[in-house]
């Protein structure tokens, strides 16, 4: 069946580093686009970054442009997000999510940013 996994999250101080990991399985990876969304509770699930289904393009929202980095390898069917200089705001479960003709999403990884 299908999943997507999330792995990497946990707790960091501000201005440190995480990697995120999503792992696909039971669909063909490279033809989906893939993305990671972020949501703090009480509030709606917020897109962080996206990246089409050969990695030739990537978006991200102006919070997290030149911090964070979305990367995939088909081969290993593997999305990542590098997530650099973190702030107490980036908090948050992260998910992964895929869309082709249907989407498919991930349970998700917690984030936080403390001292």
């Known amino acids: 069946q299908v999943q997507l996994v999330e792995s990497g999250g946990g707790l960091v101080q501000p201005g440190g580093s995480l990697r995120l990991s999503c792992v696909a399985s039971?669909?063909?990876?490279?033809?989906?686009?893939m993305r990671w969304y972020r949501q703090t509770p009480g509030k709606e699930r917020e897109l962080v970054a996206g990246?089409?289904?050969?990695?030739?393009?990537?978006n991200y929202p102006d919070s997290v442009k030149g911090r964070f980095t979305i990367s995939r390898d088909n081969a290993k069917n593997t999305m990542y997000l590098q997530m650099n200089s973190l702030k107490p705001e980036d908090t948050a479960v992260y998910y992964c999510?895929?869309?082709?003709?249907?989407?498919?999403w991930g349970r998700g990884t917690q984030v936080t940013v403390s001292s």
């Open positions: 999510y895929a869309q082709y003709f249907m989407g498919y």
């Open positions: 990246i089409t289904s050969f990695g030739a393009s990537t």
């Open positions: 039971g669909f063909t990876f490279s033809r989906y686009a």
